[in-house]
């Protein structure tokens, strides 16, 4: 008996869950199918987290057009979601005199009153740090700055409040396109649906192909990055641009939320699943940081990853209805600015919607999300209420990142709930701080398993085959222990 | 309101060096004392190394990990030494505050005299830039240590070890005896990291090959690790191109190099030492801060658990007798040869000891103090190894006149191989 | 006129001396009775060559199941040195044992184990579960 749905979003990276959260305002039944254990596994998980201002909007463009959208909902975002991006502004920094023919394009664009152009002294000023070959700044106070897991998760949570059903471990095998509803395959069920979007990231050009659309080949360009230890917090306070160049909006040095320092990234040839950093890779991202911020700290560095984008030849988000069935619609090449349009994306896929013939009524009363507290950033009052409440609170699991057992049940409990070691990592940082899990790992295996009642081969680090041990001592017939 | 604690002295960190400080400001008269563990049981790491190599100095006998922090545990239960499991410790401030959470709430604590014992995190992947695939089945070689003794997991089925330091080695032996395959020890260094005994009974008991100036070049497999990528190295430790050899495993076990935890000291404003990585202390384990001691491996990486329970045994004392300090005399820092020396200030050499690490091997050594460019004093050392710290008296040292910067320098022949 | 048991005792190794920091490269040879070592600088290290060629041991050291105590793996050591040449037979006779808490330090898990006259003592201490 197939499960039938209004609309069904293929992918629950930040713009699959960014849709869902859209149409949660609606009175429809939607349904969120994720290949993956989790949501924001894919492109959404490794990107440099930051929301662009308008400042670097790219006219004439799709990207263009749906980030400018974006921008004003974040307000509605911060008011429903409880989620607040950081805003620490940005500085484009000119080395050369066509560098500042750049600086001087976007001021003439002049987007925001109180952006402006700033010498080397007034930038310095503000970023001690800054090389002393800079020529020239373009402040842009309105930059912000994300943990893309987080932002992802917002979504996430407040379609699921809403009423959106997120379904793991369900990898889209392929759609049956000849009725008026869409059939879509995945290993364990067939489900039906009226209409379908196709968020799959780095799968959704292929999948646009395999339903007889025509799209051009993806591209993948890895992207590598170096990520800082809390101590060098304060090494920038805004967002370090380079004047961007053909390809990419280059090498970036940029705070966290969380008081790290990333670096990156690069912009290299690969494949859709190699997200492998490589020597020469760190090698060019080290170049642009020190390019930007000559003392980089790179032996503050705990860890290196890599993203990939997807890109089309036009370098633009090709979003579509799909020629072969009025219900399906695609949504290829979302790169950057991806992160940061993806609600301007989502309002966008909702007007095809309406104009496929959907109708959006909007719901009386919508649930807010309340994020959860995190002990970290709680200050002494509120933490001794809190562990009044809950004892605990009073448990720290992970030290470097202050995380508390309390912060580990919810994870698991929420809605999409944590089922992987990096699902906890997404939602609550354990595993993200300075050790990398050296403490946390000691004690957290056995937590999960008790509070998840699983057993020792369902203990997974992100996919189905990454299981953290491979059985218990004692259990094994030990073949190699004979001494010579 | 936070519970509100007046003592003599908090110790933060209940293993061998929080214990044994513990105990020795006790004997020195101190009575109000804490003892403040994040777990909920005494002995830190000593729980985890169940392989003997522990107390031939403090007790005459070679005991495992357990056993020796089984006798500080029963030492403790004589005395009226009160112990907080489960309560971690947040924030340290310059005048000796301590804020620290368990599940029944916030603790704050005024104390005369603060003991830093919270001894040291593992060096990671991230930290060594190891390209390649972030999988499952990547441990630093404590966590496994933890993992396989005390929880009883089994981290991997065959396993690939960089690092012939003595917990790689340890790790290589338990592994095998837990029927893991162990494909290789992989060491950057020309020569053994680790204790000869380790290598003999770790290594060459079981067949098992170390690789000596060899690294991990890459990781490969996307979920759970499929194998690593070794490569020779050169004298700077630099991958040699077109030396890449695949080793199959699904498990890489890091045993790069251990660092203090000194987060709490960062905030306290105590001066950290960059090569010692911990507080400078003086001969008496008190760091720069009045009132605030550093001991075990916090300091400084201590090889042998006896030296970590004699420095602790100074700082407990000096915490319960909290006298008013002499001024500095030497400031000692390391040359040639040398890795680090504590303690790094000396204000008096009557007592205690200095302890100096090597940087790599060396047979038929000198180990010369130096002042003013001039040598002054040096001592033979037949053979001298990173994993072994040379310990000398401070009383045995024939300090100049005059104070001032001192460096300790060894002069010897390079040891290649093991 | 060699027995040939004798006959057959010839033997020789290459062996790392671990009684002091030196680490001297020894050599032993075994003919019938008679053992030779070459290479060690001291007695020490003649004593030593000669016990790793007659009769190896080591002290050995792992985990039990340990059932109903605060964690789940005891820790455990042969009291006094074991043959070397035993060991995967001891380490599989110990995964076959489980102890039951409480276990105090020192408790004697099993005695004379394979026959060779040395006991398994427990080297932590695990209570009972309090839940």
């Known amino acids: 008996m197939k499960k039938t749905y209004d609309v069904i979003i293929v992918g629950g990276g930040v713009v699959g869950c960014a849709i869902a959260w859209f149409l949660s305002h609606f009175d429809l039944k939607t349904l969120l199918l994720e290949r993956e254990l989790d949501v924001c596994c894919g492109v959404s998980k490794a990107n440099t987290g930051i929301i662009h201002s308008g400042s670097y909007l790219t006219p004439g463009t799709v990207k263009g057009k749906l980030h400018q959208g974006a921008l004003s909902w974040f307000p509605k975002i911060e008011k429903e979601l409880d989620f607040h991006p950081s805003v620490t502004g940005?500085?484009?920094?000119?080395?050369?005199?066509?560098?500042?023919?750049?600086?001087?394009?976007?001021?003439?664009i002049g987007r925001y009153d109180d952006a402006d152009i700033l010498s080397p002294q007034e930038s310095r000023i503000l970023e001690p740090n800054l090389s002393d070959r800079t020529v020239a700044t373009y402040y842009d106070p309105h930059a912000a700055v994300v943990s893309p897991f987080r932002l992802t998760l917002a979504f996430a949570e407040g379609a699921a409040l809403n009423g959106v059903e997120f379904h793991f471990d369900s990898s889209v095998e392929g759609f049956d396109l000849q009725g008026k509803k869409i059939i879509v395959h995945t290993p364990n069920e067939n489900y039906e649906a009226s209409y379908v979007v196709n968020a799959a990231g780095l799968s959704s050009v292929k999948m646009a192909q395999k339903s007889g659309d025509q799209v051009p080949d993806l591209s993948a360009f890895k992207g590598e990055y170096f990520l800082l230890d809390k101590e060098s917090q304060g090494l920038v306070k805004k967002i370090l641009y380079p004047v961007p160049n053909s390809v990419s909006k280059g090498i970036l040095v940029s705070p966290t939320p969380e008081g790290n320092i990333l670096a990156g990234p690069n912009f290299e040839s690969s494949c859709v699943d190699d997200t492998s950093t490589t020597p020469q890779g760190l090698n060019e991202v080290r170049a642009g940081a020190q390019k930007l911020v000559p003392r980089f700290p790179f032996n503050q560095t705990i860890q290196i990853f890599a993203g990939i984008r997807p890109t089309l030849p036009e370098r633009d988000f090709l979003i579509f209805v799909s020629k072969k069935h009025p219900g399906l619609i695609h949504l290829c090449g979302i790169e950057s600015p991806g992160l940061t349009a993806s609600p301007g994306i989502a309002e966008y896929v909702g007007e095809l919607l309406i104009q496929q013939g959907l109708s959006l009524k909007e719901k009386d009363q919508i649930i807010f999300r309340k994020a959860f507290p995190v002990f970290h950033d709680c200050d002494w009052e509120k933490r001794e209420e809190l562990i009044a409440q809950d004892p605990d609170w009073g448990q720290i699991v992970c030290r470097c990142e202050e995380v508390t057992l309390a912060e580990v049940k919810y994870a698991l409990n929420m809605n999409p709930p944590a089922r992987t070691m990096d699902g906890l990592k997404r939602r609550i940082r354990?595993?993200?701080?300075?050790?990398?899990?050296?403490?946390?790992?000691?004690?957290?295996?056995?937590?999960?398993?008790?509070?998840?009642?699983?057993?020792?081969?369902?203990?997974?680090?992100?996919?189905?085959?990454?299981?953290?041990?491979?059985?218990?001592?004692?259990k094994v017939v030990n073949a190699h222990a004979t001494p010579h | 309101m936070p519970h509100r604690i007046d003592c003599d002295v908090v110790v933060i960190g209940g293993g061998p060096a929080g214990m044994a400080s513990a105990l020795s400001a006790w004997n020195h008269g101190a009575r109000k004392i804490f003892i403040l563990e994040r777990n909920d049981y005494l002995g830190g790491i000593?729980?985890?190394?169940?392989?003997?190599?522990?107390?031939?100095?403090?007790?005459?006998?070679?005991?495992?990990?357990?056993?020796?922090?089984?006798?500080?545990?029963?030492?403790?239960?004589?005395?009226?030494?009160?112990?907080m499991t489960e309560t971690t410790v947040l924030d340290l401030t310059t005048n000796k505050k301590i804020t620290a959470v368990n599940p029944k709430g916030v603790w704050e604590f005024y104390s005369e005299s603060v003991i830093l014992s919270m001894g040291c995190r593992e060096k990671t992947r991230g930290m060594i830039f190891i390209p390649g695939f972030r999988p499952a089945g990547i441990y630093t070689a404590g966590l496994a240590q933890y993992l396989v003794n005390i929880e009883g997991y089994l981290p991997g089925k065959k396993v690939v070890i960089l690092g012939s330091g003595d917990i790689g080695l340890i790790m290589a032996r338990r592994l095998t005896l837990e029927g893991v395959k162990v494909e290789a020890v992989v060491e950057v260094r020309p020569s053994l990291s680790g204790l000869i005994r380790n290598y003999v009974q770790c290594l060459l008991d079981f067949e098992l090959p170390l690789l000596l100036s060899h690294t991990?070049?890459?990781?490969?497999?996307?979920?759970?690790?499929?194998?690593?990528?070794?490569?020779?190295?050169?004298?700077?430790?630099?991958?040699?191109?077109?030396?890449?050899?695949?080793?199959?495993?699904?498990?890489?076990?890091?045993?790069?190099?251990?660092?203090?935890?000194?987060?709490?000291?960062?905030?306290?404003?105590?001066?950290?030492?960059?090569?010692?990585?911990?507080?400078?202390?003086?001969?008496?384990?008190?760091?720069?801060?009045?009132?605030?001691?550093a001991c075990g491996n916090v300091a400084s990486v201590f090889d042998l658990v006896?030296?970590?329970?004699f420095v602790s045994q100074k700082a407990g004392q000096s915490a319960a007798e909290n006298r008013v300090k002499k001024p500095i005399k030497y400031q000692l820092n390391p040359g040639s040869g040398v890795g680090l020396v504590i303690p790094q200030r000396v204000r008096q050499v009557d007592d205690g000891w200095l302890f100096i690490r090597p940087d790599q091997s060396f047979r038929d050594g000198k180990v010369q103090f130096i002042t003013q460019g001039k040598v002054f004093d040096q001592k033979r050392v037949a053979v001298c190894r990173p994993s072994e710290m040379v310990r000398y008296d401070l009383k045995n040292i024939h300090w100049p006149e005059e104070g001032g910067e001192i460096i300790v320098e060894i002069v010897g022949s390079s040891i290649e191989g093991i | 006129m060699l027995k040939l048991s004798e006959a057959q005792s010839k033997e020789s190794k290459q062996l790392i001396c671990t009684s002091c920091p030196m680490g001297c490269s020894l050599r032993v040879e075994k003919d019938g009775e008679k053992i030779v070592v070459t290479g060690a600088k001291c007695k020490r290290g003649s004593q030593y060559a000669q016990d790793e060629m007659l009769n190896p041991k080591r002290t050995v050291t792992t985990t039990v199941v340990v059932m109903n105590g605060e964690i789940r793996r005891l820790p455990v050591r042969t009291k006094n040195p074991f043959p070397l040449r035993r060991i995967s037979e001891l380490i599989q006779f110990l995964s076959t044992i489980e102890a039951e808490a409480p276990v105090h330090v020192g408790q004697v898990i099993a005695t004379n184990s394979l026959g060779e006259g040395v006991d398994i003592i427990a080297t932590r201490t695990v209570l009972k579960r309090s839940k």
């Open chain 2, 46 to 83: 000593l729980n985890q190394c169940i392989h003997p190599g522990f107390g031939l100095q403090v007790f005459g006998e070679e005991l495992t990990g357990p056993e020796y922090a089984a006798r500080y545990i029963d030492q403790l239960a004589k005395t009226s030494i009160e112990v």
């Open chain 1, 90 to 108: 940005a500085l484009t920094v000119a080395f050369n005199q066509d560098d500042l023919n750049y600086l001087k394009s976007l001021k003439k």
């Open chain 2, 306 to 309: 006896d030296y970590v329970t």
């Open chain 1, 430 to 474: 354990v595993t993200a701080g300075r050790c990398q899990g050296s403490f946390c790992q000691m004690h957290l295996p056995s937590i999960v398993m008790n509070l998840l009642n699983i057993g020792i081969q369902d203990l997974l680090k992100s996919d189905k085959n990454s299981n953290l041990f491979v059985g218990e001592t004692k």
């Open chain 2, 216 to 293: 991990v070049t890459n990781i490969f497999g996307k979920e759970r690790v499929e194998g690593v990528e070794i490569s020779r190295v050169d004298q700077s430790w630099q991958p040699i191109p077109r030396t890449e050899r695949l080793l199959n495993c699904d498990t890489l076990l890091l045993s790069v190099g251990l660092l203090p935890e000194n987060e709490l000291s960062r905030k306290a404003g105590v001066s950290l030492c960059h090569f010692s990585h911990g507080p400078f202390v003086d001969e008496n384990f008190s760091t720069d801060l009045d009132g605030i001691y």
